[in-house]
């Protein structure tokens, strides 16, 4: 590490990250951006993006790549390391990789998203990889005219559950109500695929196997308490996200959910520290407002920067 301080670093090269970079790099402040994985956060768990205006439909590794050249231009090339923690000592806040300082800022964008919540039934953690899966874009090919279940009832359950029909011979999502969350048009999508139904009022009591693969799940009608038995190749589970910031150990003010909560400038409770991106506390989670959570982000840190 050099002695040097950045005016600002940003935690996560997705949506959030890669545009607080354009914005950093235009703004002619010192920052430097940090990416533990792949660039793209959660649209590399996502096909196809069709609600990010100006393109009516994108595939979203190509979304993925002009964000990441966008952010190129302006200096945005990630530092490959996984923060583990960030502290502030005499206001300036000290990210750490691997038990050693990887930086020292003036103030920090952190937009690391999220990651799968975990379903928690018996059978998950021992075909976790071997038909058990949190991500169809990822996973899918493996069950080329396989059958498949998914979990859940949100947007992404419906939206992955209409990729892998495409794929699979037969889709069935498992939702534990009588109405999905998802919005209307990939409900629509959904109803009208031949080869996928909903199983409704159910949810997920057991994934069994033969010790190598899955063979088959145990569903449970939550009205009649009656237990079922489906034959199935994979479990595809979308029952909601939850925050990448266990790495944050600052006391900042957080929703019941674990979701941090900023002023309309992006800042959180801790001066200096922004948050864009899905780890905000907010109503919608979308590419769209998580770039202008990144542009109003960069705007809140150059304000801060100067009064600090
Ligand atoms: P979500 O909206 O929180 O939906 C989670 C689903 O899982 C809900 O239907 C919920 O049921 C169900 N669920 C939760 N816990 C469960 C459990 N223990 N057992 C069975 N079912 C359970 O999560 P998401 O679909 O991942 O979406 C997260 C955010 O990303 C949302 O804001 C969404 O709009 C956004 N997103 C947008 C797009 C898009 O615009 N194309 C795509 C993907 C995600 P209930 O409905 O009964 O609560």
Not at 76 to 103: H, M, Q, R, T, W
Not at 284 to 290: K, M, P, Y
Request: contains cysteine; aromatic residues 8%; glycine residues 12%.
């Amino acid at each position: 590490m050099t002695n040097k301080i950045y005016d600002v670093a940003v935690i996560g090269a997705g949506p959030a990250g890669l545009t607080a970079s354009v914005y950093l790099g235009r703004a002619g402040l010192e920052y430097i951006l940090f990416e533990a994985g792949m660039p793209g956060g959660q649209l590399n768990n996502t096909e196809i993006i069709e609600n990010y205006t100006g393109f009516s439909s994108i595939d979203a590794a190509e979304l993925t790549e002009k964000m990441t050249d966008h952010a190129k231009l302006w200096g945005g090339n990630p530092v490959y390391k996984a923060i583990s923690s960030v502290k502030k000592i005499d206001g300036i806040f000290n990210l750490e990789s691997g038990g050693k300082i990887a930086c020292q800022a003036r103030s920090v964008i952190v937009a690391t998203g999220l990651e799968p919540r975990l379903l928690g039934v018996k059978g998950e953690d021992e075909y976790r990889g071997r038909g058990v899966s949190y991500c169809a874009t990822c996973d899918g090919a493996f069950f080329r005219k396989k059958t498949v279940v998914v979990i859940g009832g949100g947007d992404s359950a419906v939206e992955e559950g209409l990729l892998l029909a495409g794929l699979a011979s037969k889709v069935s999502i498992v939702h534990r109500r009588d109405q999905l969350r998802a919005v209307d048009v990939l409900q629509k999508r959904a109803f009208e695929k031949e080869n996928m139904d909903v199983i409704w009022d159910s949810v997920l009591e057991e994934i069994c196997g033969d010790g190598k693969f899955v063979t088959h799940v145990k569903i449970k009608n939550v009205k009649t308490g009656e237990i079922s038995e489906s034959k199935t190749d994979g479990v595809f589970i979308y029952v909601g996200q939850l925050p990448v910031a266990d790495f944050i150990t600052l006391d900042i003010d957080k929703d019941k959910a674990g979701f941090f909560i900023t002023n309309g400038h992006m800042e959180t409770s801790v001066p200096g520290l922004f948050v864009a991106g899905d780890l905000r506390s907010k109503p919608v989670r979308q590419v769209a407002n998580a770039v202008g959570d990144a542009a109003t982000a960069v705007g809140g840190a150059f304000s801060y920067l100067l009064k600090s």
